[in-house]
């Protein structure tokens, strides 16, 4: 008997490793690591939703030119202090400053850049999301 | 396993005892199945509901439509319990499962109305509510957390589908954030911001065009001007389709309340008629419509939101005839 309870431990443990990791994290939470852990800070993550309530999507994809493509901005903090990307808003007048740098370096650390919940992060193997690449 | 198994030496008495077991089981069930409590209205509604009515499917009110299931309901619950367990128009006696019991569908329709914005019909009984007032009162009575709501076995079984516990979590337990950064526990919790938004079944659990023309919302078109207006465009493009699916009717009114015409023209979409070749399989990819639609806009799950204008139908396969 305990042969095949050690079998279905073996089956119980199959199952559970194949169930995809859940991150439960909100539709369009975009994850941006591209420079940020290498430099020591937690990756960045930008919440759509929380943006959308307050602006239309033109305002930072047309008038900022963020581009439609998570970590295809390049974004970095000189960028930022200098008043361009989130620094538009983000300098003490319209939204908060540089120096709350842990309310956007909030990200777990390890984390790749991606947009959370989207189709492809969820359809598609990482070798494949690169080949799709959604550039604008 | 099953090798061993049957090498085991049978008792003279095996084979009694395996009918004694069986016929136990074989009697108890019915009496059990008779006896088990009427299902809640999100197990019913699971099951046998959301086949149409999530999707809207034949004309059906969609869970989540206030407008839709307003109206109905106006009609008194009486008459729409009525409509659920007799059949009315296209929906089909019990949704077709004579099985389910009345009070289930009782339930499923309190369900649905409660999920569609009728606050009346509310998932907690007023006994509930009152216990937790007292427990409230009781000082020394220390109020437990927040129990996470109850879901169905359907939906906890498919992996791919996240519960309605999953939706919408605080930051410090969606997976992404670091729990451990102080700065983590004061942004927003998207709960909170929600609760008075438009709801959808799909994306973040809003319908953010709905959102936006109930004025439930009123995002800047400029970044620092509260007044700026945007340049809305009323033009339907009407986009014929091979395959079964109904013809999709793209509608720039909506795309220009929120977008600017740069934005898509002409790096995505080259503004001329049949200069665009899209498919499915592109949009999944996170191209054409899928830049926006799978990653913030509503996602490709919710297929008659674009194929919506019906294709004429032969008279053989209409609906009626059918039935």
């Known amino acids: ?136 | 396993m099953k090798a061993q198994s049957f090498n085991l030496p049978r008792s003279p008495h095996y084979f009694s005892k395996l009918i004694a077991v069986s016929s136990l089981i074989f009697l108890t069930t019915p009496w059990l199945y008779a006896a088990s409590e009427a299902r809640s209205g999100i197990q019913i509604y699971d099951v046998y509901c959301a086949g149409c009515h999530a999707s809207g499917v034949l004309q059906s009110p969609k869970l989540g439509d206030k407008q839709d299931w307003g109206e109905r309901e106006k009609q008194g619950f009486e008459v729409l319990l009525t409509h659920a367990i007799k059949g009315y128009k296209n929906m089909p006696a019990k949704g077709g499962n004579p099985a389910i019991k009345d009070k289930e569908i009782e339930n499923a329709i309190k369900y649905i109305l409660a999920n569609s914005g009728l606050g009346q019909y509310g998932k907690k009984p007023t006994s509930n509510k009152t216990m937790s007032k007292a427990a409230e009162k009781n000082d020394s009575v220390k109020t437990k957390p927040a129990q996470k709501p109850k879901t169905s076995s359907v939906n906890s079984f498919n992996r791919l589908m996240k519960s309605s516990a999953e939706w919408n979590l605080p930051p410090a337990e969606d997976g992404i954030h670091d729990s451990e950064n102080g700065g983590t526990h004061m942004l927003q919790k998207p709960k909170e911001a929600f609760e008075s938004l438009s709801s959808s079944k799909s994306g973040n659990r809003v319908d953010w065009v709905k959102a936006l023309k109930n004025k439930e919302i009123s995002p800047r078109y400029d970044r620092l001007s509260d007044e700026v207006k945007p340049i809305v465009m009323d033009l339907n493009i009407i986009r014929e389709v091979k395959g079964s699916m109904p013809d999709v009717v793209y509608p720039h009114k909506q795309h220009t309340e929120w977008l600017d015409c740069s934005n898509c023209h002409p790096a995505l979409f080259i503004p001329q008629k049949g200069a665009n070749q899209i498919s499915m399989a592109s949009i999944i990819l996170g191209q054409k419509c899928g830049v926006c639609h799978g990653k913030v806009a509503f996602p490709v799950s919710e297929c008659r939101k674009c194929h919506s204008k019906q294709k004429p139908l032969k008279k053989a396969i209409t609906n009626k005839q059918a039935n």
Not at chain 1, 31 to 39: D, P
Not at chain 1, 48 to 57: D, M, T
Not at chain 1, 65 to 72: C, D, S
Request: positive net charge; hydrophobic residues 35%; glycine residues 8%.
């Open chain 1, 1 to 136: 008997m305990p042969y095949s309870i050690r079998n279905n431990l073996i089956i119980l443990i199959i199952v559970v490793s194949a169930l995809p990791f859940t991150v439960r994290a909100e539709y369009g939470d975009v994850l941006m690591n591209n420079y940020s852990e290498e430099a020591g800070m937690r990756p960045v993550v930008f919440p759509h939703w929380f943006h959308r309530i307050r602006f239309r999507c033109k305002v930072c994809h047309a008038d900022l030119g963020f581009k439609f493509e998570a970590g295809g901005n390049k974004i970095n903090m000189l960028k930022i202090i200098d008043g361009e990307y989130c620094g538009a808003c983000h300098n003490g007048e319209v939204a908060w400053a540089v120096e709350s740098c842990d309310l956007c370096h909030s990200g777990k650390p390890g984390e790749p850049t991606q947009v959370h919940e989207s189709t492809t992060s969820k359809l598609l193997s990482e070798s494949n999301k690169k080949k799709a690449g959604s550039k604008q």
